[in-house]
């Protein structure tokens, strides 16, 4: 009790009054730095933010810019369509739902002087059905050392048809078709091939043949009526393409127009590597059907047809056991003037006329005197011609070596040069119109 009295009373010091008494010392600094820090906050806050939220805002609001295709040869140079469609295995409802707007078609077209109105309204060139004697397209010639290849725009005669291939997507409607042939007039041609049945049998247009129109096979969507009318407002004359003897969905609408298997007469024989039936040129159903088709294309105005696919399968020694032994013998070349008329193109392949004999795309030159007013449409490929078979590679060489050989094996035929522009560049597409003027021939189709 003495020592309690003694001492007093105990006091303790917490940390939390040592604290009180020290916060209230640094008051004035701790204010200062929360401005600072709210100051520094606010800035970054309208530097980096207000952007950001600007941007999230914005998406989904702003229209993205247009992708420009790279220009392709004939953009570049103005002379040659090299891009032809083909729609060999669509069904009718995959064609008819192609609709190019006119901006992607022009965008194969030779981008030479826009296309004006009065351009597109010049003074119709009336249609006639007599046979011209020569196809061909613009000449382009080098005129320096540098790659560029200036256009020299040919002016057609009455006998010349300077013609380019034109894309499928032309037929989605007139003003696809008409934006093509506009475009091509512009840059100096007069003529263009349009094909009109496909390497399927699928026609591209509206047919008004009772067995087709209706059918899966009817798989266009202008009249040729409509067609014809597009190609006279814009001054061209049309060149209708045609695929003959390759015609799977013909023949599996049509079977009596396919070979038959020996010993099943009512089964058509397939081709077992591309699972695909073929027109039979022996089959009078084959005949009164291309006969109708022919028929269709002259009564709308079509003058000029080019046939592709006159040949027959490429059978094999097992199909012997299937196919009647009739199909393979040396003869049998006879039959496919079943399926030609007078006064048609025919498409061969060049090495298949110059060869030894005459090869499969050629087997109705075996006699000629069958060919009324034929003319042969030469396709030229360095695929087709290599150095491995004895030919040139230098384009040029080529085109002069090649041709006079045609022409040799082709007596009283006109020859219309096709060049299959995939397998040559831009020089040695120059190289090659330069030699088919210097051998005379001021015409030809650019593939």
Request: glycine share 6%; hydrophobic share 35%.
């Amino acid at each position: 009790m003495d020592k309690r009295r003694r001492y007093g009373r105990k006091i303790k010091k917490t940390k939390n009054l040592y604290r009180k008494k020290r916060s209230a010392g640094q008051k004035i600094f701790g204010t200062v730095a929360l401005i600072v820090a709210l100051s520094a906050i606010a800035f970054l806050g309208f530097c980096i933010g207000k952007p950001l939220l600007d941007y999230i805002g914005s998406v989904g609001k702003e229209k993205p810019e247009e992708w420009t295709p790279e220009s392709s040869y004939s953009q570049q140079h103005s002379v040659t369509l090299s891009e032809s469609s083909d729609v060999s295995g669509a069904t009718s409802g995959e064609f008819a739902e192609m609709n190019v707007t006119t901006a992607e078609v022009t965008s194969v077209l030779p981008e030479s002087e826009s296309v004006t109105s009065a351009a597109a309204s010049e003074t119709t060139v009336s249609q006639t059905s007599e046979t011209q004697q020569t196809i061909g397209t613009n000449q382009p010639h080098s005129t320096s050392a540098q790659t560029n290849i200036e256009t020299s725009i040919i002016t057609p005669s009455d006998s010349t048809l300077v013609s380019f291939e034109a894309p499928a997507s032309a037929l989605s409607n007139r003003a696809s078709l008409a934006a093509v042939l506009a475009k091509a007039k512009a840059a100096g041609y007069n003529s263009a091939v349009i094909q009109l049945k496909d390497r399927s049998g699928y026609f591209r247009y509206k047919s008004g043949i009772e067995e087709v129109a209706g059918s899966v096979l009817d798989a266009g969507t202008m009249t040729l009526s409509d067609i014809m009318s597009v190609f006279n407002e814009n001054g061209m004359i049309p060149i209708a393409e045609i695929a003959v003897l390759s015609d799977n969905k013909g023949c599996e609408t049509f079977p009596e127009m396919s070979y038959k298997c020996m010993d099943s007469p009512t089964i058509s024989w397939i081709e077992w590597r591309e699972q695909k039936r073929w027109a039979n040129p022996e089959s009078d159903a084959t005949r009164e059907y291309f006969a109708k088709v022919t028929a269709e294309l002259s009564m709308a105005g079509f003058g000029h047809i080019l046939l592709t696919d006159v040949v027959f399968p490429e059978f094999q020694p097992y199909d012997s056991a299937y196919i009647a032994a009739k199909y393979y013998a040396p003869d049998r070349y006879k039959m496919l003037y079943n399926v030609i008329k007078a006064e048609q193109m025919i498409e061969m392949k060049a090495s298949d006329v110059v060869g030894d004999g005459y090869g499969r795309t050629a087997e109705c030159l075996n006699d000629v005197s069958q060919l009324h007013g034929n003319a042969v449409a030469l396709i030229i490929s360095r695929s087709d011609l290599s150095t491995d078979s004895g030919y040139p590679a230098d384009a040029k060489t080529l085109v002069e070596t090649i041709l006079p050989l045609a022409e040799k094996k082709t007596p009283g035929l006109n020859i219309i040069p096709i060049i299959d522009g995939s397998g040559f560049d831009d020089a040695e597409k120059a190289k090659i119109s330069a030699a088919l003027i210097s051998l005379g021939y001021e015409s030809y189709i650019m593939r």
